[in-house]
């Protein structure tokens, strides 16, 4: 894809004098506000009565009353960290709490209770706290970490390339979340415990990916990242489970936040139902649309294509009495990747040109779940149906501008209808989760290729179904952590699909406090996970209608993963973790004889081919890690991970280095607060050489403008490494009710060369036209270093 880089040191000089003029014609007016929220037990989500919620260094704060609810008035609008403490309980401080004088979501509370009371000693709970079942591996972004992520421009899976092990694509127009040399589509995404099938606008059918995010980060409590150690409970995944938890809406108030940056412009509402007259209603809602006008900035720079795209997200929440909720929430996008003839043009836009597909695409979730605390607080059983759709319509023409001479088609549509069941009891000091899931697939597909012979029309409908049972339990006065479990799924399609024990799946995890105070902690877990191969993969027919791809296998992989953890102060740690993933069963092309791991990370379509499940692959490593809570006005994460990815084909003794194997990653972002409610924060990411498959030329102008691949020499060439600092600052103005938000970003601050691979296009004349006999050449690529510069508001009221 073409890079957008058209920015000027000129331009730059403009942007920096508007930002800067704007702010001194504000008048600086802080006006007081309020925070409040609730305060629960972590495990049976009663209300704590009587706890208190305070302020850290100020004696304001506030006890909650008989819902766990709490209201703190009159407070001084600016960065703090907040602690709620009750007797018997860790107290928990929440850190980088931004107070605004309008608009603040309510900020909760869930403490643990403490195996020993120590007379006159608080116990703080650790804040880098794991889960029984995942130890390690395990990260989590705060609501305001992911609000003012530098370099992000407020997407969601930008924002998660800055924790540990995960990295992006380099270069192109692409946002794919590759996790510890993983394949784009080996991760799973949980959207409140629905499952969503991807997070991006226009995303690759049959992996993941995309060049812009689909969820509002308006929306989030938080987003967890696990990237070992998966629950029992989490199915069809390899590499790493994203978890967004969103925020209820406000049951008492309605409240607006708009958000405007350089690409799309976004409204969120949210408010009570049904109140009547009541303090608080027992219904809430929170709802958003966003509306790209990122087209209208290519066209106004002369670019050939123009991805225009909608979404929305919701989120209905109804208590029904103390141990009773019902949650509705869903997302959906509606997507438009057209092709725009530049009035002039270079020969690197008329090769992009050449080769752009033309994309439709649309995509919805949704799901109703119920959760039912049992009295006593003895556990809780939730229960879940949900439904996403995927519809696709991709095509590729050899004279694109005028969309003749089609030479590629895939119109399909994927849908999922799911019943997820989960059981958690408390027994004593065990924790026992048992669960099932019950899943329908409906996939239809009409897909012509003539580059590579395939042409099919066909429907696809069948059934999924796992369960699982996990066991947790802490000893020796919480020093050491165990968790066992396993999992079976099974299918009704594939040959193998009811072979229930070759898709056993054992996990074990172990944790140990290495000292009295909890400081060093050693933690290690060992286990198997699968993976369903692609519909795309399952639903592919051969000419005479017969389904190639019935043999598929589950792909499997087997992690194990070992480290130490050293709390260096309350808000301090440093971590080294050593992980081991091993993959067998997975598919090979029978047309490209490569390993279908390698792919995906680009705009077309994975598993349209016949396969074989014989695959192996393997990625190992060290991670280190130092993060920082926010204290002392400055936060920060550097993360390093020195790290290999390779994987077979046929020839399951030949090890070949993956598209995702760089090698080494490094990141670091972090920021710091001034006076007056300004903030700078930067992000810097270094990537070492990414393998690729080199262009097989004499195949390509056979085929051009499609481009076809030599895989057998996958991994003997790399583009050069990635490196890029992006800065934000933020400056906040607090008004009577409402926040005004201003902020500025600065993508490749220092100017790096952006690597990519070699473009390829036909010789033509000065007049544009194709020089006969035909000819391929590599285009001279074009500067791609500039700084880009970006200006967004918000408006929180």
Same mark, same amino acid.
């Given at each position: ?8 040191? !000129? ?48 004696? =304001? ?44 979501? #309510? ?26 079942? =995942? ?24 924002? !998660? ?17 590759? +996790? ?7 991760? &799973? ?33 938080? &987003? ?106 869903? &997302?959906?996008?509606?997507? #438009? ?104 697939? #409906? ?120 480290? !130490? ?6 808000? =301090? ?37 016949? +396969?074989?499940? &014989? ?45 995702? %194997? ?62 890029? =600092? ?38 033509? %004349? ?27 508001? !918000?408006?929180?009221?």
């Amino acid at each position: 894809m073409y890079p957008v880089t058209n920015f000027n040191f !000129v331009k730059l000089i403009l942007v920096v004098s508007l930002f800067l003029v704007f702010q001194n014609t504000l008048a600086i007016q802080q006006n007081k506000a309020t925070l409040s929220g609730y305060v629960k037990d972590a495990k049976t989500e009663e209300p704590l009565i009587g706890a208190t919620v305070q302020l850290v260094g100020t004696n =304001t704060g506030a006890v909650t009353d008989l819902d766990g609810f709490y209201r703190i008035e009159n407070i001084e609008p600016q960065t703090y960290a907040i602690a709620a403490s009750f007797v018997g309980y860790k107290t928990q401080n929440v850190y980088n709490v931004v107070i605004r004088s309008g608009g603040n979501p #309510d900020l909760n509370f869930d403490l643990e209770e403490t195996a020993e009371e120590l007379e006159g000693v608080e116990i703080i709970a650790n804040p880098f706290e794991k889960l029984q079942e =995942t130890p390690l591996s395990v990260q989590r972004l705060s609501q305001e970490e992911i609000a003012t992520y530098p370099g992000g421009n407020n997407d969601i899976a930008k924002v !998660v390339q800055s924790l540990p092990g995960v990295s992006g694509s380099v270069g192109g127009f692409r946002n794919d979340v590759i +996790i510890r040399g993983g394949a784009p589509n080996e991760n &799973v995404y949980f959207l409140d415990g629905i499952e969503i099938p991807n997070i991006n606008h226009f995303s690759t059918q049959g992996s993941a990916g995309g060049p812009v995010g689909l969820l509002n980060v308006s929306f989030f409590e938080g &987003v967890t990242l696990t990237t070992s150690s998966f629950g029992a409970q989490y199915d069809n995944v390899l590499s790493g489970v994203l978890q967004f938890d969103q925020r209820n809406g406000n049951n008492r108030n309605f409240r607006t936040n708009i958000r405007v940056s350089s690409s799309e412009a976004a409204l969120t509402l949210e408010g009570p139902l049904f109140r009547n007259g009541k303090e608080q209603s027992n219904t809430s809602f929170i709802v958003s649309a966003r509306r790209s006008y990122l087209q209208l900035l290519f066209q106004v720079l002369d670019l050939p294509f123009l991805p225009d795209y909608w979404d929305y997200q919701y989120k209905i929440n109804h208590k029904i009495d103390d141990y009773n909720d019902l949650t509705f929430t869903g &997302v959906g996008s509606i997507d #438009d990747f057209s092709i725009n003839v530049p009035d002039d043009y270079d020969e690197e836009q008329q090769a992009t040109l050449d080769q752009l597909p033309i994309i439709k695409q649309w995509s919805t979730t949704s799901g109703l779940s119920w959760k039912r605390r049992f009295k006593n607080g003895q556990g809780f059983m939730t229960t879940a149906l949900s439904t996403n759709v995927l519809n696709n319509n991709f095509k590729r023409y050899r004279e694109p501008a005028t969309e003749t001479e089609l030479y590629l088609t895939n119109e399909s549509q994927e849908q999922e209808t799911k019943l997820r069941y989960n059981y958690t009891r408390f027994a004593d000091t065990w924790t026992l989760n048992s669960g099932f899931i019950i899943q329908n697939a #409906d996939y239809s597909n009409n897909t012509e290729d003539i580059v590579n012979g395939f042409q099919f029309s066909n429907e696809l409908n069948f059934w999924r179904y796992g369960a699982y049972f996990q066991t947790s339990r802490n000893f020796l006065s919480e020093r050491l952590g165990l968790s066992g479990g396993f999992r079976l799924d099974g299918n009704s399609f594939t040959n193998s699909g009811n072979d229930f024990l070759s898709t056993l799946s054992p996990r074990f995890s172990i944790s140990y406090k290495l000292d009295a105070e909890g400081k060093w902690t050693a933690n290690a877990s060992l286990g198997r996970y699968f993976k369903i191969p692609p519909y795309t993969i399952l639903g592919f027919t051969d000419n005479n209608g017969v389904y190639a791809n019935k043999d598929a296998e589950y792909i499997q992989s087997d992690h194990i993963v070992a480290g !130490v953890e050293h709390l260096l102060t309350s808000t =301090t740690r440093i971590s080294l973790e050593g992980f081991y993933k091993k993959y067998d069963n997975y598919p090979v092309s029978l047309t490209d004889s490569v390993s279908l791991a390698n792919l995906g990370g680009d705009f077309s379509v994975l598993g349209n081919e016949p +396969i074989l499940s &014989v695959g192996l692959g393997r990625t190992y490593g060290l991670e280190l890690l130092i993060q920082k809570k926010f204290t002392k006005n400055f936060y920060g994460i550097l993360a390093y991970t020195f790290y290999k990815s390779e994987y077979t084909a046929f020839d399951r003794e030949k090890y070949i280095s993956s598209t995702w %194997d760089n090698g080494t990653l490094l990141t670091f972002t972090g920021g710091y607060k001034f006076g007056r409610n300004w903030e700078v924060s930067a992000r810097v990411r270094y990537l070492g050489e990414t393998p690729y498959a080199p262009v097989d030329q004499s195949a390509t102008l056979a085929n051009y403008p499609a481009i076809v691949r030599d895989y057998s020499r996958q991994g003997t060439v790399t583009l050069d490494p990635f490196n890029q =600092t992006d800065l934000r600052i933020d400056k906040k103005w607090n008004f009577k009710g409402f926040t005004f938000n201003l902020f500025l970003e600065f993508q490749n601050l220092f100017s790096q060369q952006n690597p990519s691979e070699p473009t390829f296009g036909l010789v033509r %004349d000065d007049d544009g036209n194709v020089v006969q006999p035909r000819t391929l050449k590599q285009i001279e690529d074009l500067d791609a270093s500039s700084v880009l510069p970006s200006i967004g508001i !918000v408006l929180d009221f």
